[in-house]
């Protein structure tokens, strides 16, 4: 699964680069509380998570998805004054002897294939 903050980089062109490193770390605990014990989290670029589903991998992505989305809103609530925190959220699924293709990512052509879903928690 990958999660990649909106609007980074105008962020940090807007406010400066305090600003978007504090919105980097709200972004990084949203992912840390919204992980499995199973899974395994880490940080692939400045705008950038990259969590990896281990352990019982059916159902995993729409549970921690779920938990992504209930984090989210539980750090929207939190902040004063309340601020959204708008993520990306794409996921790949691995199979032994296969190329692993993007979810949402186009797919030979196919039109109906869309871009990665983006998130804010209401």
Do not use: W
Not at 27 to 45: E, F, H, K, Q, T
Not at 92 to 114: F, H, I, V
């Amino acid at each position: 699964m990958f999660v990649r903050i909106e609007e980074h980089d105008a962020l940090r062109a807007a406010l400066g680069s305090e600003a978007s490193d504090e919105l980097a770390r709200d972004a990084a605990g949203v992912v840390l509380n919204s992980v499995r014990d199973s899974d395994v989290p880490g940080r692939i670029a400045p705008d950038t998570f990259c969590i990896l589903l281990t352990g019982e991998a059916e159902g995993a992505e729409t549970t921690v998805l779920s938990r992504l989305v209930e984090a989210m809103a539980v750090h929207d609530a939190r902040r004063d004054p309340p601020r959204a925190l708008k993520l990306s959220v794409g996921t790949a699924r691995y199979e032994p002897g296969q190329r692993p293709a993007p979810r949402g990512a186009a797919r030979n052509g196919d039109p109906s294939a869309g871009p990665l879903r983006s998130m804010t928690a209401r």
